[in-house]
């Protein structure tokens, strides 16, 4: 080999050690000087996908930065353990996506913390895990939330939780969800969710501290970059954190994957003793611009929810009127770095929640003796 080859050959390797290098001391950088957020790692058992149990870590996202602990069932909660032996008090049972989740808050300023302390002398668990469509709401329900006796099962429903029912979306445990298929006719198949089996891309990714830097603490949306490089995607338009382009289009699927869910979370619930009330998000970045939703925006799902459910008799509480009715008062956002509820927010939909059970009266000896 001469020389001239032996250099060119020294050139080109150094490219890779020259990446390699970088992104070791990214890695460096970003586990001991700047510490990238702690996420909770994913375990799949009982048939649900949860969280790996007792866990603790920090996570943050832009000037968001709260500690997590995952409890013995694998749920983030200020209770380190969910027994299902019933005691005299009441019990409620939240089930949700991320806002139930809630990484972006510390463990007792969750919904279901607040709500605890809105009513006295009733105890409430949480299940609630990012990306959870609402197809597998009703899993957590049947697998989780149920067997442990509660007296009323809130499920709170935000606007991403529809068309992913359905739809094949992306996301690292899509195919570990209940989804639906939604065939010819009105007929309406359940899809079981797959065990979730963490590949060897998934663990190096979430064990990057670059990663969860980029990802997590500043957001950056490697698939939003990808599409702009491709020139995919330019005339979509989106509110309240999903695509709005079509919405008009699909509302047929939209209601009747929300008629079968909802049905089936009423049929459940009443099989196992407990009142459902099924609560939504508003679109917040109307309330927080002091403009009036528009109908053809997210808003139109907030109607179709609110209709589908008053045909089948469920209890439905639109957060809208609440968020509303603070912001004018207060002049307080509602919504954290990443998009989810912020502390405010929980507090104001745990206040508007608590009121409404309140009013309905499912906590009293005498509407608990109804089941």
Do not use: C
Not at 86 to 107: H, K, S
Not at 333 to 358: K, M, Q, Y
């Amino acid at each position: 080999m001469n020389d001239s080859l032996r250099q060119r050959i020294l050139s080109l390797l150094l490219i890779p050690a020259g990446l390699i290098a970088l992104l070791g001391l990214a890695e460096l950088f970003f586990r001991y000087i700047v510490p990238a957020p702690d996420i909770p790692q994913p375990a799949y058992s009982g048939g649900v996908l949860r969280h790996q149990p007792d866990q603790r870590g920090v996570y943050w996202s832009g000037d968001v930065e709260a500690p997590f602990h995952i409890n013995a069932q694998g749920w983030n909660s200020v209770r380190p353990d969910y027994s299902p032996v019933r005691t005299a008090a009441p019990r409620i049972a939240v089930i949700g996506d991320a806002l139930v989740e809630a990484l972006q808050v510390p463990p007792d300023k969750s919904i279901a913390e607040d709500l605890e302390r809105e009513l006295p002398g009733v105890e409430v668990f949480r299940y609630g895990i990012s990306g959870a469509p609402l197809s597998q709401f009703l899993q957590m329900a049947r697998k989780d939330a149920l067997p442990a006796h509660p007296d009323v099962l809130v499920v709170v429903v935000d606007h991403g939780d529809f068309d992913s029912s359905y739809r094949e979306v992306p996301g690292t445990f899509a195919k570990s969800f209940l989804k639906l298929r939604l065939d010819a006719e009105d007929q309406v198949q359940e899809l079981p969710p797959e065990p979730y089996v963490q590949g060897l891309t998934s663990r190096l990714r979430n064990r990057s501290a670059t990663w969860r830097y980029l990802a997590y603490g500043r957001q950056f949306r490697f698939a939003a970059l990808r599409r702009i490089f491709l020139h995919q995607g330019q005339d979509r338009r989106y509110e309240a954190d999903i695509d709005i382009t079509d919405l008009a289009e699909r509302e047929s699927l939209d209601r009747r994957a929300a008629r079968y869910l909802f049905s089936r979370l009423k049929a459940e619930s009443t099989g196992a003793g407990a009142y459902l009330l099924l609560v939504m998000d508003g679109v917040r970045e109307s309330i927080e611009a002091g403009r009036q939703a528009s109908p053809d925006g997210a808003f139109r799902l907030n109607r179709l929810a609110a209709d589908e459910a008053e045909k089948l008799g469920i209890h439905f509480l639109d957060l809208t009127t609440a968020f509303a009715a603070d912001f004018n008062a207060n002049r307080q956002p509602f919504s954290a770095s990443d998009g989810r509820w912020n502390e405010h927010a929980h507090a104001v939909a745990a206040a508007a929640t608590a009121a409404e059970l309140r009013h309905l009266g499912w906590l009293h000896p005498a509407g608990r003796s109804r089941q």
